[in-house]
């Protein structure tokens, strides 16, 4: 699988690093397909620290992903995938 980071990423969030990402996106936590097109998937995974590291991404080639947004979990995507109240 390969994993693509928008170079936005870490600089509206110095503290994520584009291998912060990557290790949030391949140890998902928990995922699910939002209602768009393309379909964007809304995910939380951890990166290296332990972080929760919440992310948005899209399938751009097959077996290959652009994670366009990145940043510490929020209460509101926690909610969004079934693990928040």
Request: net charge neutral; proline share 7%; charged share 25%.
């Amino acid at each position: 699988m390969r994993v693509q980071v928008h170079p936005r990423i870490p600089c509206r969030h110095p503290d994520v690093t584009v291998a912060d990402v990557i290790e949030a996106f391949e140890s998902t936590l928990r995922s699910r397909a939002r209602d768009t097109r393309p379909v964007q998937w809304v995910g939380v995974g951890t990166d290296a620290n332990g972080r929760l590291l919440e992310y948005i991404a899209v399938e751009n080639e097959p077996d290959g992903w652009l994670v366009f947004h990145a940043m510490p979990a929020t209460t509101k995507v926690l909610k969004e995938i079934g693990l928040g109240r």
